[in-house]
């Protein structure tokens, strides 16, 4: 082998240690190596060009250019050719994350024995995603925010393994939905978590958490009951159901569950709108559990059931809070309650978990089960004009509909909305399979997902009858409350006195902040006083402990991004004062964000 070779597997080796042994060397016998104009190598790869014939490290810096550093921090390659591109990248750019993506192996030590690659191994923040699966490279890369992620793709460089690459290109389109979806709702409902969660904080000290039923399901199917319209033909047999299997009931399902004279163990609701909190009005279940979280509308802890579990919060103040006073244990959200009730059962213990009426689709053009809340507030708000059926028109068409198969293999029309939900449960059941869990639908006409399988109801029947176990399982629950309540940290009341206080510093920050860009506007020459002064301010910020909770109603990044285009940026001494205007921008928003809490949360002026 050549001395490029050689020097590019020792670097190859010495950075990588693991994943080099892992990988057998070969090379690929499909690329044809040619001398370009420039006297550099190129090559092609089944009459593809892979490089210019010219000139390709001007190509490659030409491509690299495109890379915007004040908006991007992360660099994803799928497929390299030669490897030109990540180079350049590598001198070009140290400081953003730099993933190079590629499943074939033999392409990839034959790029490194093709060009000099020691840029790239010496690149600070460096990820190789060679030989990996498809879910390995979505855990890889699911932590990479899509709008801060530049994506270089070049056909020639993914033409070897298409099917691959577009797999790949279809879970960044997932990260950028699923960030999108975020981004929106948190704009939405910000404001709304932080007064339900200030008007609710008193029962995290008052009331137990989920953790107290940790692996305790001991071997005891959970059966999930959600509000599709398939689930009508499961509740004649939830009594049976009920004798076998722990019930766990999503909000907008509790009312068939009720009507058929069944109450589940538990019940979920997690999403924190008002309009939710109605699933449960006029109702009571006294043989339940509900699960909750402290962000939800407050009537819901006015329900009537046996008893209030909360799950850990996913907004900061929460967090704040449960940090000393103690966790109420983790549950995913993957933007449907029926999600929360999966994990919920995950975090049990459950090997066995059925789901019922988790449709994600309109079965027979249906969008909620019969005498659902949803489906009697739209015969409730009905009119000539405006029927039941225009509304469930409405439902179907409004979110990009397409067809897709059921467990049946029959068509059901589906939406881009829920194919998120059903990639987060295709994600999830199928790592929770490696791990023995299976996930099963107890109803074939629901959309069809990988990682769950079709199990019949009539089998289900045949298990036998659990109440023994079932006893067994809220006893250890009780059991594991007792270890738990002695984990307390300071006290609530001291809590919320440091919290107030943290609010009062931080606020101080915000005002010094604006009185200094205030005076640098002012007098230009003050600036670099002034910078060193905002700097100190920053650090202060960024070490409080409030910090994270003020940031629930902080602008998001698109947010922000919209504010700082007001900022006048044309001439040259707009430029000069820029980051004066943007610095003040950020301290008037955080004390936007300061004065909300002061208005919900009490005892904070």
């Not at 907004?315 to 000393?324: A, D, L, T, V």
């Not at 459950?350 to 019969?370: C, Q, V, W």
């Not at 109803?443 to 006893?471: H, M, Q, Y």
Request: aromatic fraction near 12%; glycine fraction near 4%; hydrophobic fraction near 40%.
């Amino acid at each position: 082998m050549n001395s490029i070779w050689n020097k590019n597997y020792s670097l190859f080796k010495e950075r990588f240690p693991e994943l080099s042994n892992s990988l057998e060397v070969k090379f690929s016998n499909e690329i044809e190596f040619e001398t370009a104009k420039n006297g550099s190598l190129t090559a092609k790869r089944k009459n593809l060009l892979l490089h210019s014939k010219y000139n390709p490290e001007k190509e490659a810096g030409s491509l690299v250019n495109s890379f915007d550093s004040e908006k991007k921090d992360t660099a994803i390659f799928l497929g390299f050719g030669l490897g030109y591109g990540p180079v350049e990248f590598a001198k070009k750019i140290p400081e953003p994350t730099l993933i190079i993506i590629e499943e074939d192996t033999a392409s990839f030590f034959s790029a490194l024995s093709a060009i000099d690659w020691s840029p790239v191994f010496k690149h600070k923040k460096l990820i190789f995603i060679i030989r990996a699966s498809l879910e390995q490279t979505a855990a890889l890369i699911s932590n990479c925010s899509y709008s801060k992620t530049h994506i270089f793709k070049t056909k020639s460089h993914t033409a070897h393994n298409q099917e691959y690459f577009d797999s790949v290109e279809n879970i960044i389109f997932q990260n950028k939905q699923k960030e999108e979806v975020n981004t929106n709702t948190l704009e939405k409902f910000s404001r709304l978590w932080l007064s339900n969660s200030c008007k609710n904080l008193g029962y995290i000290e008052k009331l137990d958490g989920v953790n107290k039923f940790l692996n305790t399901a001991n071997g005891i199917p959970f059966v999930i009951i959600a509000a599709g319209p398939s689930l009508e033909k499961i509740l004649p047999h939830l009594n049976e159901i009920k004798e076998r299997a722990i019930i766990v009931c999503v909000d907008t399902a509790l009312h068939s569950c009720l009507e058929f004279n069944v109450e589940p163990d538990f019940i979920i609701l997690a999403d924190p709108q008002y309009y939710c909190s109605l699933h449960l009005e006029f109702l009571k279940s006294p043989e339940s559990i509900l699960v909750t979280e402290i962000a939800v509308y407050p009537s819901v802890f006015r329900f009537q059931c046996k008893e209030i579990v909360l799950f850990s919060s996913m907004f900061p103040i929460g967090k704040f809070f449960e940090k000393n006073i103690g966790e109420k244990g983790l549950l995913a959200a993957g933007g449907s309650v029926t999600t929360t009730a999966w994990d919920f059962a995950r975090m049990c213990g459950a090997s066995e978990i059925y789901l019922a009426g988790m449709d994600l689709g309109f079965p027979n053009k249906e969008t909620h089960i019969r005498g659902s809340k949803f489906e009697e507030k739209i015969h409730y708000e009905s009119i000539r004009t405006k029927t039941a059926e225009t509304k469930n028109i409405q439902t179907l068409f409004s979110a990009a509909p397409f067809y897709a198969k059921d467990y049946n293999g029959n068509e059901i029309l589906t939406d881009k909305k829920m194919q998120l939900f059903s990639w987060w449960f295709e994600k999830n059941c199928t790592s929770a399979s490696a791990q023995g869990i299976k996930t099963f639908s107890l109803t074939p006409e629901s959309l069809a997902i990988n990682g769950i399988e079709k199990f019949s109801l009539e089998e289900f029947l045949l298990k036998p009858i659990a109440k023994d176990r079932k006893k067994i399982f809220f006893e250890k629950a009780q059991e594991n409350k007792k270890k738990l309540s002695n984990s307390k940290g300071i006290s609530f009341e001291q809590q919320k006195s440091q919290f107030g206080e943290n609010l009062k510093i931080l606020e101080s920050f915000a005002k010094r902040g604006i009185n200094l860009c205030n005076k640098a506007l002012r007098s230009p020459l003050a600036i670099p006083e002034v910078f060193g002064k905002l700097n100190e301010i920053d650090q202060k910020i960024s070490s409080s402990s409030a910090k994270d909770a003020a940031a629930l109603v902080f602008p998001t990044q698109r947010q922000l991004d919209s504010l700082s285009e007001k900022i006048p940026n044309n001439s040259e001494a707009e430029k000069k004062l820029y980051s004066i205007r943007y610095s003040n921008l950020i301290y008037t928003e955080l004390l936007k964000s300061i004065n909300l809490y002061k208005k919900f949360f009490p005892n904070s002026n």
